[in-house]
């Protein structure tokens, strides 16, 4: 029986893209950390870079926005909130611990897009987004090694975090129409660089005691997460596919294993030297995020003959 013909979505390209910068801007970020920035300035750092990386769109079409004023201002504390989770998961735990389980955020945006979006969604995405989920788990278990600390609340602000980026996710996808994605998402990054004013009085010093050599990586790292923020948002809210471009996004988890042990020293990461058994485990996990894209991205055309 011959093999009908597949259709690989171009909008999926951007998620694609987003995964790989994000990595790179990981790497730098870590690097700026190692070196003193501290975690509050460093997100105060990345949350006006980030909106001034938006704030290009501005520039283009106006769309039918603004509408209601809240609702940017209720996806900028989604943003916020996650931000602010992530950072309590991995200053107070385990980054082998947190990184995993907010890779379950796809799971969580699957299911949101049918609470809120209303959508009904196939067997297959389910199925892409629960073997995404556990490929990021298998990709970072190996490294687990002994000795955690605050399991509990590692977990618990990590599951959180997952489920405020889903849901922010979600609702940019339900109102871009009405706003139009070149006023709706300069908003929710303004409104989200303004709340985070609020981490003053966290910061581990003056923002311009951030040691020189952090400086670089900081603003790199800044630049990078802003631009792969901007490809995958963007796409989020003008295509209605928001299950199979995260999944697509989660496979950022595959290129971190790669780029930690192909050119991780070069920002000075040692995780290449976690061992055989660490690797063992991490190449299960991305077979599995593989297998997920597969499923999630490659559709058959319909009319294909049989």
């Known amino acids: ?46 949350n006006f870079v980030v909106a ?26 989604l943003f916020m909130a996650g931000q602010a989770l992530t950072m309590v998961a991995l200053n107070r735990g385990d980054v082998s611990v947190a990184t995993p389980v907010m890779g379950t955020k796809v799971v969580f945006v699957a299911l949101f897009v049918t609470l809120v ?27 687990a090694g002994k000795g955690h600390h605050h399991v509990l609340l590692t977990v618990a602000a990590s599951l959180a975090a997952a489920m405020c980026y889903a849901l922010f996710d979600v609702l940019v996808r339900k109102w871009a ?45 800044s630049v990078f997460l802003g631009l792969q923020a901007l490809f995958l948002v963007r796409t989020l809210g003008l295509y209605p596919d928001t299950t199979r471009i995260n999944v697509v996004y989660n496979s950022r988890g595959l290129w971190s294993v790669l780029a930690v042990w192909l050119v991780g020293h070069w920002w000075g990461n040692t995780e290449r030297h976690a061992g055989r058994s660490a690797f063992g485990w991490r190449l299960a996990g991305a077979a599995l995020l593989l297998a997920a894209i597969v499923v999630a991205v490659v559709r058959p055309i319909e009319g294909a003959a049989e």
């Open 1 to 46: 029986m011959p093999f009908a013909p597949v259709a690989f979505p171009s909008h999926l390209l951007f998620p694609l893209a987003s995964s790989l910068l994000y990595v790179a801007a990981a790497l730098s970020l870590k690097r700026a950390s190692e070196h003193g920035t501290g975690v509050w300035r460093a997100t105060f750092v990345m």
């Open 52 to 77: 001034a990386c938006f704030s290009v769109m501005l520039l283009g079409p106006a769309g039918p926005g603004p509408r209601p004023l809240w609702q940017p201002a209720v996806i900028g504390a």
């Open 117 to 143: 979006a209303g959508d009904r969604m196939t067997a297959d995405y389910w199925l892409s987004a629960a073997a995404s989920a556990a490929g990021v788990g298998l990709l970072h278990v190996g490294g």
């Open 177 to 221: 129409g009405a706003w139009g994605v070149g006023r709706l998402l300069p908003a929710i990054m303004g409104c989200a660089a303004v709340m985070s004013l609020a981490l003053r009085p966290l910061f581990e010093g003056p923002i311009t005691t951030i040691p020189r050599p952090a400086r670089g990586p900081l603003l790199l790292g």
